[in-house]
């Protein structure tokens, strides 16, 4: 008994309580995993799973330009990031409401543009080293300044998150009714954005560029096979994420590797062990599947 | 009286005309059918209606304010997938009076409940949408409508893929509405149903408007009628009726 204690503290406890740096990557992985998520649901929900990954993409040349400029300086890179990630968000969106395309084509153009000139940037000052690291990460980069920045770009999200939360649902569920309403879809579409670029900024540090949507996008894709309720999906996607956050840096430790993949390896891992046994539309819940008993309400209607 | 008027209103969608010209009224407590064959501009007109399409020239003249207008899209219009129950659904038709902030108090549930029973949706507050057969999503939304007390409801083949008993709530909830002031427009495809509801009819085809009696309408067409009794107005074009007297 007391040797698996030991083995635990050992694989769990001491990493953290040893190096400030874990326990600085932590309190980051885990600010973002508050975040996050939530927005990962939304993004889902409205079918825009893989914006987040276009977004992931255009923020570097911005993440890159910061670098250029300033070298190796958190603040540049992320209000590089920032500036880049807003700006193609609003082209695409310009491109998309003045030509009648699709939303996602004028994203996708944008992006691979915006891609292109990052990788383009980063080459012409730094190593190749310096763009490993900025496209997945590195716990030891995390200092004070990197866990603020983390710290108040989470907070601000859940509170915007809170201010606008029902907008976001009604306009998900019925567009029309909103603008019925008054209000206008296109600014809560926007602010949306913002906070998934904010985010994905912020994450960069802990899990690079290209890794921060995993964050937002896995723990919300899992949920969805555990629950049919929103409250649910957003309470789940969270936790998986901390989860994920948590074990993801204590094997990237052990092991011996970079954090941002592992970090977003253990909520892979969780998405195809939700997906071969979950509650709600798993393989294991289509094999197992019984018919529900027949209803005798009132409500029942016959079919037309 | 009446809240909503159109002057010479000519629309456009895509860069193609699509109606031209429309004029008339829409008295407060009828229920006005909108009927044309599929592209006759009924959806466009709708669209004009709530605000949410700019007119090429003319206007809509509409005293009924803007959170208080309801359109019930046809349901392919929503995300049924969307993890919401009805009761979400038809709590969020107090946005006029809550908002985005506001919450929703005892009162609020109360008048829900029975919103809810009269359009026999009771015990399926806690249903999601997706579960819903499209009946009970059609009486889920008109629901919506009922609690944001709307005064101008506008609404799009409501009894498509319904089931006879929806048909039947519908309908009545929707008379009642009207006779409480309410201006109703509804398109439909069904002269059965048009002979029901209807107090008057615009009727558009060829880009034209024209307003006449339903009984009219339906004296024309009342051979075919009576021998197809849902058959859709495919092939409408202008009858050559008068105009509807009390517009």
Redesign the interface.
């Known amino acids: 008994m007391l040797d698996l204690l030991t083995t635990l503290d050992a694989w769990l406890v001491a990493p953290l309580t040893d190096y400030a740096f874990m326990r600085r990557a932590l309190v980051g992985g885990l600010a973002l995993s508050l975040a996050a998520p939530p927005l990962g649901v939304f993004l889902m929900?409205r079918?825009m799973s893989l914006v987040g990954d276009a977004m992931a993409h255009a923020v570097l040349p911005g993440v890159a330009l910061g670098f250029v400029l300033a070298g190796f300086s958190l603040p540049a890179m992320s209000l590089g990031g920032l500036v880049a990630g807003l700006l193609v968000a609003g082209l695409a969106g310009s491109v998309s409401r003045m030509t009648?395309h699709r939303e996602d084509s004028a994203m996708a153009s944008f992006y691979l543009i915006s891609l292109a000139l990052g990788v383009m940037l980063v080459s012409l000052r730094g190593s190749s080293v310096d763009l490993t690291h900025v496209l997945f990460g590195s716990i030891l980069a995390i200092d004070d300044t990197a866990l603020w920045l983390i710290a108040s770009v989470a907070s601000a999200t859940l509170l915007v998150m809170a201010?606008?939360f029902?907008?976001l649902?009604?306009e998900?569920?019925?567009p029309?009714?909103l603008?019925?309403?008054?209000i206008r879809g296109g600014l809560v579409h926007g602010v949306f954005l913002g906070l998934m670029v904010l985010n994905l900024t912020a994450g960069f540090q802990t899990l690079g560029t290209l890794m921060a949507v995993g964050l937002m996008m896995l723990p919300a894709t899992t949920a969805r096979f555990w629950?049919?309720?929103?409250e649910g999906?957003i309470g789940l996607a969270i936790l998986i994420a901390m989860v994920s956050s948590t074990g993801g840096l204590l094997v990237s430790y052990h092991l011996g590797l970079p954090s941002g993949p592992c970090i977003i390896l253990v909520a892979g891992i969780a998405y195809l062990a939700s997906a071969l046994c979950g509650r709600h539309g798993s393989l294991l819940e289509r094999v197992r599947r019984r018919a529900t008993p027949l209803e005798t309400?009132?409500?029942t209607?016959?079919?037309? | 009286m009446s809240r909503l008027s159109l002057e010479t209103l000519t629309l456009a969608q895509g860069g193609r005309t699509v109606l031209e010209n429309i004029s008339g009224t829409f008295e407060d407590g009828a229920i006005t059918a909108l009927v044309g064959a599929n592209g006759a501009g009924k959806s466009t007109l709708i669209q004009a209606i709530m605000g949410l399409l700019p007119p090429l020239s003319g206007k809509v003249s509409c005293g009924v304010p803007k959170e208080r207008r309801a359109w019930l899209p046809q349901q392919l219009a929503l995300d049924l997938t969307f993890p919401m129950s009805v009761e979400e659904l038809m709590l969020s038709g107090c946005w006029p009076t809550h908002g985005t902030f506001k919450r929703y108090g005892p009162q609020d549930y109360r008048r829900m409940h029975t919103i809810m029973q009269r359009l026999g949706l009771s015990g399926l507050a806690h249903r999601p949408l997706g579960e819903l057969s499209g009946g009970q999503r059609q009486r889920a939304l008109l629901g919506r409508t009922l609690m944001q007390e709307a005064e101008l409801l506008l609404l799009d083949e409501p009894f498509a893929n319904v089931d006879t008993h929806t048909v039947e709530i519908l309908c009545d909830t929707l008379r009642e509405m009207a006779s409480a002031g309410a201006t109703v427009i509804v398109v439909l495809h069904d002269m059965e149903q048009l002979a029901q509801l209807a107090n008057c009819v615009l009727l558009l085809a060829g880009g034209h408007g024209q307003w006449v009696e339903p009984e009219t309408l339906l004296e024309r067409h009342h051979a075919p009628a009576r021998r197809h009794a849902h058959a859709p107005f495919i092939s409408l074009n202008l009858p050559d009726v008068p105009p509807c007297s009390t517009y």
């Open positions: 929900l079918g009648g201010l606008i029902r907008v649902v009604v998900c569920l019925d029309l009714f603008r019925g309403q008054g629950s049919q309720r929103l999906l309400d009132e409500n209607c016959t079919p037309s």
